[in-house]
């Protein structure tokens, strides 16, 4: 999982670094650790706001919030914050022996992009996949053009296509990973 | 949908109050929208916390927000805040004509919990049906026996069962009301 604030959309379709959203890492952390990702990547150039988003990790994973909420130090145990995509890339490497295939997300539909169905066969191999979202309006197209495949969008049936990445992440997880009684018993 | 504030479980397994957070308007009233909720009911005792969530729903259904970001005022505009249960279930019925079923939610399994399944089947009736989320460590006993029916938790397969309220919410919608291929071309 990789969080992106570099090269990302903004409101009017510029290219834009954004800032560190404290609930992004909380909620992207939970429920990376819940559907059993293996490293969650947050990618994010700015200096400033890489030590902020240091600070925060390390308040839950050594700090006083490791005490005070063990179940928030597991999910934060998987943050790994990183200033570009290539350092994100090198990592996972590093961990698992191979430079993962990168999947990108969008809120749009893109030509070419993957089935759910088919994003699901591709992270059952043994090789690490990295599935990446965008913070602020979305990946920027330069960054997208990038990566190995893209994800469908989520579409609902309605004409509102506004969730918060938060949500995106754990939709797109439940669907590529969860299993309940729509699948196994019908 | 509602969101419960009293009475939900603290940490220690107390009967509380639950104070405000602000992103759970913004994604919860988002997530709604995208799946066709009718009405998004948040349900808070406290005087000085509605007041606050009705100052934080006033800008942006009417507020500077409104202007500046009209999508996130369609979204707030699904928004009625209550001080009880009754009151938002009167709502609805105002609305609607007559008073929803409740649907209560859990992260723990509960004997005569409903599937995925069912529930989808249930809310494809006419009638309406409130379905409760509770904050903080979820709805405490005393009100979900009050429930016509409880939900069966997401589950993933790992053993962390942590998820943010906001992603739990934004799940049970996509199972409930989602549509994508793995329903639709397999």
Redesign the interface.
Known sequence: MALLHYPVLGKTGETIASAITN?DL??IA??S????VQSFQVIIPLDDQRRIAQEICEHWTSGPGSRSNP??K??FDLIQISPDIESALNHICQQTGSFPQTIATSANIIDGSI???TCRQLIQSIEPNLLIFGTAWGIAPEFMDQCDYIL?P?????S?????V??????VL??L???????T??
Chains 1, 2 share one sequence.
């Not at 650790?33 to 059993?36: H, L, Q, S, W």
């Not at 509102?160 to 918060?164: A, G, Q």
């Not at 938060?166 to 939709?171: P, Q």
């Open positions: 609930l909380h909620d939970r429920a650790k819940t559907y059993g179940h928030r597991t999910s089935s759910y169905t469908k989520i579409q609902s049936q309605s509102y296509n506004h969730l918060s938060r949500s995106a992440v754990s939709i439940d669907r990973v969860g299993t309940f009684e729509r699948f018993d019908h």
